[in-house]
């Protein structure tokens, strides 16, 4: 069909018409000069035509033509495609234009010549002589009377979710925007409505209103009426014991819940797997179609308890067959707690390492000083308890106790180095051997020394030699002496010293009944108040002052009570003066009539 001139009809359509109607021959004019006025020759094909047929055949095609009308969605076939715009043949006169940008996807045209599509007819003859056309009009109008017709029925229409906005979400439905309020997204309340953007849904309209461009939508009014549908065929099957599939609908720190057709079901984390899970989202994530066992089922209320571990066996119920006392196994730490630590033996068996049972002489505070979590170890079977579902494990028992053969590679008296691994009040630990510590008490640190606390004399991680006291193997004790490294010097001082002796000494301290003389490092002897002078003295610091070096004649030696008694005022004199009620030992300044006895008692 020309463009050139929407009121010129081309050859081919006349051609038509004349097919479609003959002609029959004109009778001869009367007036020859008039028949040439009168008729028309067809050049092609030498037929000849009346005016009066002429026009016929015009109002003809015309008339044919004169159906659509602006306003109107019409079907229309495409002719061509250019850069600007789809020349689409809707069965007028002239053909009709649409602008390009109706028929694209992005990029892409999505029409191709010989299609056939809808369009609205916005006016029947531009100024180019096109019929005006609209793609999109003729969608939205189509869309509205969709809708219009689901409002009214009850039917429902497909949208996709566009956006969020206040209050729920804009829905797309063939252009034409729509209102989804949060309330009507899901029969649950919905926290995250941003997942449901570029979803295509289908929906319910509850209200429209063309004139004002207001459609509201509901998507939980439709899945109300299918859950009634699927419950209703649900209940009807559904009891214990059966297997059934359903979709993993949400999920939450104790368990899923699971859609099984309109009624859902509650999986608790406990009866998701034989072992040890910290979430449910390590199995499961929402949209997972699962099968599950029915555990209970409470029709009057409609509650559901569902089982995932039940689909398959019990490994506790074999665990005997699999795990004997005093086999050898190996595990993965999968948790750390103040008593032990749990190792997972197989998918759903765990055994417990005990504290107590990781090593044979160190004490362990807490297990993470030598384990740590996803570690693999190798531990013994100790104990099987299938119907607690206990297996008890030990650690140490990969080797050998060291305490057991300690008396193989010691002996009292042997001399030992060892390192300060840990200093208490009462004494300092020395690791002498991996797992072998031995006790340093406070007192067996020096001979001399008075030492309140072994800090004063070790530090932790010192390289120290001591001597072997005491093994206790059944206990797992051993005794060390570090002072007896050396000769007891009060020993050495006894033998070597008599009664008479005189030896020099520093004052050293004071008490209310004399004055302590320190004799050599660590050895002191008692000066009694009555023995610091020829003079009667009443306070030792009236006759002396401290760190004043003198000489000292011995009066009285215990080499039980390690206690020496000295004199200032016998040096000199062939015979030591006594006096009986002078000396003493005790802070109370008083003799006891024992000590009296001793002086009295001549020298055996």
Same mark, same amino acid.
């Given at each position: 069909?020309?463009?050139?001139?929407?009121?010129?009809?081309?050859?081919?359509?006349?051609?038509? #018409?004349?097919?479609?109607?003959?002609?029959?021959?004109?009778?001869?004019?009367?007036?020859?000069?008039?028949?040439?006025?009168?008729?028309?020759?067809?050049?092609?094909? /030498?037929?000849?035509?009346?005016?009066? !047929?002429?026009?016929?055949?015009? #109002?003809?095609?015309?008339?044919?033509?004169?159906?659509?009308?602006?306003?109107?969605?019409?079907?229309?076939?495409?002719?061509?495609?250019?850069?600007?715009?789809?020349?689409?043949?809707?069965?007028?006169?002239?053909?009709?234009?649409?602008?390009?940008?109706?028929?694209?996807?992005?990029?892409?045209?999505?029409?191709?010549?010989? !299609?056939?599509?809808?369009?609205?007819?916005?006016?029947?003859?531009?100024?180019?002589?096109?019929?005006?056309?609209?793609?999109?009009?003729?969608?939205?109008?189509?869309?509205?009377?969709?809708?219009?017709?689901?409002?009214?029925?009850?039917?429902?229409?497909?949208?996709?979710?566009?956006?969020?906005?206040?209050?729920?979400?804009?829905?797309?439905?063939?252009?034409?925007?729509?209102?989804?309020?949060?309330?009507?997204?899901? @029969?649950?309340?919905?926290?995250? +409505?941003?997942?449901?953007?570029?979803?295509?849904?289908?929906?319910?309209?509850?209200?429209?209103?063309?004139?004002?461009?207001?459609? @509201?939508?509901?998507?939980?009014?439709?899945? &109300?009426?299918?859950?009634?549908?699927?419950?209703?065929?649900?209940?009807?099957?559904?009891?214990?014991?059966?297997?059934?599939? /359903?979709?993993?609908?949400?999920?939450?720190?104790?368990?899923?819940?699971? %859609?099984?057709?309109?009624?859902?079901?509650?999986?608790?984390?406990?009866?998701?797997?034989?072992?040890?899970?910290?979430?449910?989202?390590?199995?499961?994530?929402?949209?997972?179609?699962?099968?599950?066992?029915?555990?209970?089922?409470?029709?009057? =209320?409609?509650?559901?308890?569902?089982?995932?571990?039940? *689909?398959?066996?019990?490994?506790?119920?074999?665990?005997?067959?699999?795990?004997?006392?005093?086999?050898?196994?190996?595990?993965?730490?999968?948790?750390?707690?103040?008593?032990?630590?749990?190792?997972?033996?197989?998918?759903?068996?765990?055994?417990?390492?005990?504290?107590?049972?990781?090593?044979?002489?160190?004490?362990?505070?807490?297990?993470?000083?030598?384990? $740590?979590?996803?570690?693999?170890?190798?531990?013994?079977?100790?104990?099987?308890?299938?119907? $607690?579902? =206990?297996?008890?494990? /030990?650690?140490?028992?990969?080797?050998?106790?060291?305490?057991?053969?300690?008396?193989?590679?010691?002996?009292?008296?042997?001399?030992?180095?060892?390192?300060? =691994?840990? *200093?208490? %009040?009462?004494?300092?630990?020395?690791?002498?051997?991996?797992?072998?510590?031995?006790?340093?008490?406070?007192?067996?640190?020096?001979?001399?020394?008075?030492?309140?606390?072994?800090?004063?004399?070790?530090?932790?991680?010192?390289?120290?030699?001591?001597?072997?006291?005491?093994?206790?193997?059944?206990?797992?004790?051993?005794?060390?002496?570090?002072?007896?490294?050396?000769?007891? #010097?009060?020993?050495?001082?006894? !033998?070597?010293?008599?009664?008479?002796?005189?030896?020099?000494?520093?004052?050293?301290?004071?008490?209310?009944?004399?004055?302590?003389?320190?004799?050599?490092?660590?050895?002191?002897? +008692?000066?009694?108040?009555?023995?610091?002078?020829?003079?009667?003295?009443?306070?030792?610091?009236?006759?002396?002052?401290?760190?004043?070096?003198?000489?000292?004649?011995?009066?009285?030696?215990?080499?039980?009570?390690?206690?020496?008694?000295?004199?200032?005022?016998?040096?000199?004199?062939?015979?030591?003066?006594?006096? @009986?009620?002078?000396?003493?030992?005790?802070?109370?300044?008083?003799?006891?009539?024992?000590?009296?006895?001793?002086?009295? =008692?001549? !020298? &055996?």
């Amino acid at each position: 069909m020309s463009t050139d001139n929407p009121n010129n009809i081309t050859s081919g359509g006349a051609a038509e #018409a004349v097919e479609a109607a003959p002609v029959a021959p004109a009778p001869e004019a009367e007036n020859p000069s008039t028949a040439t006025d009168v008729t028309a020759t067809d050049a092609d094909n /030498g037929e000849t035509f009346s005016d009066e !047929d002429f026009g016929s055949i015009l #109002a003809q095609h015309e008339q044919s033509h004169s159906d659509i009308s602006e306003g109107e969605v019409v079907k229309g076939t495409v002719v061509k495609i250019t850069n600007q715009d789809v020349i689409i043949n809707v069965g007028f006169k002239s053909e009709g234009i649409v602008k390009i940008n109706e028929f694209k996807d992005g990029d892409q045209v999505t029409v191709q010549p010989g !299609d056939v599509v809808d369009v609205l007819v916005k006016q029947l003859e531009n100024n180019d002589g096109y019929v005006e056309l609209s793609r999109a009009d003729a969608v939205r109008m189509q869309t509205w009377d969709l809708i219009e017709k689901a409002a009214r029925e009850g039917t429902t229409v497909i949208g996709r979710v566009s956006d969020r906005i206040k209050g729920g979400l804009r829905v797309d439905i063939g252009g034409i925007q729509a209102f989804l309020p949060g309330s009507q997204v899901d @029969v649950r309340p919905v926290r995250n +409505l941003d997942a449901f953007r570029n979803k295509d849904m289908e929906f319910l309209v509850l209200k429209v209103n063309k004139k004002r461009s207001n459609i @509201v939508l509901s998507r939980k009014a439709l899945l &109300e009426a299918q859950n009634e549908k699927e419950k209703a065929s649900t209940l009807k099957n559904l009891e214990e014991g059966i297997i059934i599939e /359903g979709q993993v609908k949400n999920i939450t720190e104790y368990g899923i819940f699971i %859609d099984l057709g309109g009624l859902d079901g509650l999986l608790h984390i406990t009866d998701m797997s034989w072992g040890r899970i910290q979430n449910p989202s390590e199995l499961f994530k929402v949209g997972d179609n699962i099968q599950v066992k029915v555990l209970k089922f409470d029709r009057d =209320r409609e509650r559901v308890s569902l089982g995932y571990k039940q *689909l398959v066996p019990d490994p506790w119920a074999t665990v005997n067959e699999r795990f004997a006392i005093s086999t050898r196994v190996s595990g993965k730490v999968v948790s750390l707690t103040d008593y032990g630590a749990f190792l997972e033996l197989e998918p759903g068996v765990e055994g417990l390492v005990h504290v107590s049972e990781m090593s044979w002489s160190k004490r362990v505070k807490h297990p993470s000083k030598m384990l $740590n979590v996803g570690q693999d170890i190798e531990a013994v079977v100790l104990e099987v308890d299938p119907n $607690n579902r =206990r297996i008890s494990l /030990g650690m140490k028992q990969i080797e050998s106790n060291p305490w057991d053969t300690l008396l193989e590679r010691y002996a009292i008296g042997t001399r030992v180095k060892g390192k300060v =691994r840990n *200093l208490t %009040d009462f004494g300092a630990f020395v690791e002498i051997e991996e797992g072998i510590d031995g006790l340093v008490h406070v007192s067996d640190i020096s001979w001399t020394k008075r030492i309140k606390h072994p800090s004063e004399a070790l530090k932790k991680n010192q390289e120290v030699e001591a001597i072997i006291t005491a093994i206790d193997t059944e206990n797992r004790r051993l005794s060390l002496s570090i002072k007896d490294l050396e000769p007891n #010097a009060w020993d050495r001082f006894f !033998d070597e010293k008599k009664l008479g002796d005189v030896i020099t000494g520093k004052i050293s301290r004071f008490a209310n009944f004399g004055a302590f003389v320190e004799i050599e490092d660590g050895i002191e002897g +008692l000066c009694h108040v009555s023995e610091l002078s020829e003079n009667h003295v009443d306070k030792p610091e009236d006759a002396v002052q401290i760190g004043q070096t003198m000489q000292f004649k011995i009066l009285k030696m215990d080499p039980d009570a390690k206690k020496i008694g000295l004199s200032v005022r016998a040096v000199g004199k062939d015979e030591p003066i006594i006096d @009986v009620r002078s000396y003493t030992s005790s802070d109370s300044g008083m003799a006891s009539l024992g000590e009296i006895a001793d002086f009295n =008692r001549p !020298d &055996e």
